[in-house]
């Protein structure tokens, strides 16, 4: 096998299938980076963009679109009934284990948003008391997490993740299927002391630039193929004995010309050898003639 790997032939096809790989490989990683600039750049606009009205991005008979997700929002309403803020626990803040601070924010009188107010150390701390009357503030749009908490809901206010669906069952209002995280009051009563203000986690990647992940993989399976192909190519070849370049002609196979005194040779009739004690035939006769001493014509 080695030896028909190593044949000048081989080698310079194993060159040819080395290079073109290695071109598909680079074109892999650069479709790869083609995405990550796009999923980044996507995201870092949508948090760049001046704040809108929250109900001018999608209303609350909606799912939460993915173009909204990051967004800069204002929101306008009045704060909803204590009984209802909720805190999610698990949550760190400079290194500091504690809680977020979850309250409505009525839109109307049936319609409201959740709103992350703040971090707090302790269920017990005075920044977790509800606040009450109009607002307007600022925040950015988050999605649900994936973790289920319904469990928790059924044991109080403290649940273990930020998921709507926990929170629609605590709730006797609609609410919009997206959390707003609070960075600043523009107007209205400020608490104190109020929670601190935490930083919306980072949304999720745009998958707008999959296609681009798509062609990063074809690439590198183009390259594994070429390679492939060419250890197959060198297998048949080996495997196959009309191969010039991997085997030699036997003496006595099939195509070769080994003839000699009482042999048959390629493109001739073969030929019977004569002389004594060549053919049994012939030392029958031989001794017939001795034992009558004559010979019968």
Avoid at 27 to 33: C, E, K, S, T
Avoid at 138 to 165: M, Q, T
Avoid at 242 to 257: H, Q, V
């Amino acid at each position: 096998m080695w030896r028909t790997a190593l044949a000048p032939r081989w080698v310079g096809l194993l060159v040819l299938a080395l290079a073109l790989a290695s071109v598909m490989t680079v074109m892999g990683v650069w479709q790869l980076g083609v995405y990550q600039s796009k999923t980044a750049d996507a995201t870092a606009q949508r948090a760049a963009a001046p704040p809108v009205p929250l109900q001018s991005l999608f209303s609350i008979d909606e799912g939460l679109p993915s173009k909204a997700v990051g967004r800069r929002v204002t929101v306008d309403g009045t704060w909803g009934p204590a009984a209802d803020q909720v805190l999610v626990a698990d949550r760190l803040q400079d290194g500091r284990a504690g809680l977020w601070v979850v309250s409505p924010l009525k839109l109307s009188s049936t319609d409201a948003v959740m709103i992350v107010r703040g971090w707090v150390a302790s269920p017990s701390d005075p920044a977790v008391t509800p606040p009450s009357g109009p607002v307007r503030l600022s925040g950015s749009v988050v999605a649900s997490e994936a973790e289920d908490s319904s469990d928790d809901a059924a044991k109080g206010r403290v649940l273990s993740s930020l998921r709507i669906p926990t929170i629609v069952h605590l709730v006797n209002y609609r609410v919009y299927d997206a959390f707003v995280v609070q960075s600043a009051v523009d107007s209205g009563v400020v608490p104190s002391p109020a929670p601190a203000v935490v930083a919306p986690p980072p949304p999720p990647t745009d998958h707008a630039g999959l296609r681009n992940v798509a062609y990063a993989v074809q690439w590198w399976i183009f390259a594994a193929f070429t390679l492939w192909m060419w250890a197959r190519m060198v297998l048949d070849a080996h495997r196959d004995p009309k191969d010039p370049t991997t085997t030699t002609s036997a003496p006595g196979a099939p195509g070769t010309d080994d003839s000699g005194p009482g042999t048959s040779g390629t493109g001739g009739p073969a030929t019977t050898a004569s002389g004594p004690g060549a053919s049994p035939t012939g030392d029958r006769v031989g001794e017939a003639v001795e034992s009558s001493g004559t010979v019968s014509a």
